[in-house]
């Protein structure tokens, strides 16, 4: 049995995506099949579109989706039809020693191929072709099939086409935070690139009471955005050497804690080097693949750490309906994430609009 779904096919690198209707095969064991009502245009997605990120084509992209079970296969108990879900691109078993040992994010899942399901087959088919998924999501389709492992139930009273930022740029910024940098009250953190996840890694740190947060961008349009978020100093390295500056305010020497979401060379470097003897510095920003550092060992010989998170690092399952509840209450934004809201129609614009920075967040929604 197959279900039909308009999905945005990505056929060729550097090319448009095609808008096509595409067929979905019935969820297998441990699989469900999600209506999705909406899902956030984020940089991953691009990374495949400029071949920055090599992957197996034709793909289904879209990994930050929030939608409705509509059918489930055999075996599935976690959740039932009609559960209001958001996508987890990272599955956690449960069972692996990841899972056990409590670092859920690095689960053993994530070892086999994401591109189709864990039978090693599509569940997406064009003219008899099967379709590769992305990250075991692909929410730029109006209906997909995801491991069971792959669907995060959350509240029914939260508006999946906000909730679904939590399904990555949310986490993916919040987390490391939260999770990894453990970040205490009173802290001097730096944030390198203040687009749609920066904003949440600044957000995150009001949230749990940095003292200083000081936002480093390129873009004036950013820097207003992240003061908005929370913010409480603003760095234009195009204009201003962006180390010394956040030494300086920071004073003794550099911040607390530095956290990357650019993803190239450069800022991940300037981030280490803006931290105090003792510091940390976090990887949020996902880099092209070869992307290379050059930095002095002397720097962690005085101590300073420097590490990466993925997902958030933390528990997505109790992570994501956590900063949904939060979010509820007043107390995390998430409408003001989102510059535009557009029909799957016009996903190819919506990603002409993020690589201009026209946008924190772009959601594809679906009536
Ligand atoms: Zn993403
Ligand atoms: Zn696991």
Redesign the pocket.
């Known amino acids: 049995m197959t279900t039909q779904a308009t999905a945005a096919v990505l056929y060729q690198v550097k090319q448009p995506l095609v808008i096509e209707d595409v067929e979905v095969l019935d969820p297998g064991p441990h699989e469900v099949l999600v209506r999705w009502k909406a899902n956030g245009v984020c940089h991953s997605d691009l990374h495949v579109i400029t071949g920055d990120y090599p992957h197996p084509l034709p793909v289904v992209l879209g990994h930050e989706a929030a939608g409705v079970v509509e059918q489930i296969g055999a075996g599935v108990e976690s959740v039932k039809v009609g559960d209001h879900v958001c996508s987890s691109y990272i599955p ?5 020693g ?2 056990i040992g409590g670092q ?1 994010t690095l ?3 994530r070892d086999s191929p994401r591109w189709f399901m864990l039978d090693g087959t599509p569940r997406f088919r064009k003219n008899g072709q099967g379709l590769h998924h992305f990250l075991q999501v692909s929410g730029y389709a109006t209906r997909s099939v995801l491991l069971e492992q792959g669907v995060i139930p959350i509240r029914r009273d939260a508006p999946l086409e906000v909730a679904c930022l939590v399904s990555c740029g949310v986490l993916a910024g919040a987390g490391p935070v939260i999770n990894r940098a453990k970040v205490p009250p009173g802290a001097t953190v730096a944030v390198f690139g203040c687009g749609g996840v920066g904003l949440n890694t600044i957000q995150a740190a009001r949230l749990v009471g940095a003292a200083k947060i000081i936002a480093v961008d390129v873009l004036a349009r950013k820097l207003e955005w992240a003061q908005e978020f929370g913010a409480t100093h603003a760095v234009d390295a195009s204009r201003e050497d962006p180390v010394s500056r956040v030494q300086a305010i920071a004073g003794g020497g550099g911040v607390d804690f530095a956290f990357e979401v650019v993803g190239t060379q450069r800022t991940i470097e300037q981030a280490v080097l803006s931290t105090h003897r003792g510091g940390m510095a976090v990887v949020v920003g996902v880099s092209p693949a070869g992307t290379r550092l050059s930095l002095d060992p002397a720097l962690f010989l005085q101590q300073r750490t420097l590490t990466g998170t993925s997902f958030g690092g933390g528990h997505q399952r109790t992570d994501v309906p956590m900063l949904i509840d939060l979010f509820m209450d007043g107390r995390y934004k998430l409408k003001e994430l989102v510059t535009r809201e557009l029909p799957l129609t016009e996903l190819n614009h919506a990603f002409d609009l993020l690589q201009q920075g026209e946008v924190k967040r772009s959601v594809i929604v679906y009536r």
């Open positions: 956690s078993c449960g069972r692996c990841y899972c859920p689960c053993a899942l």
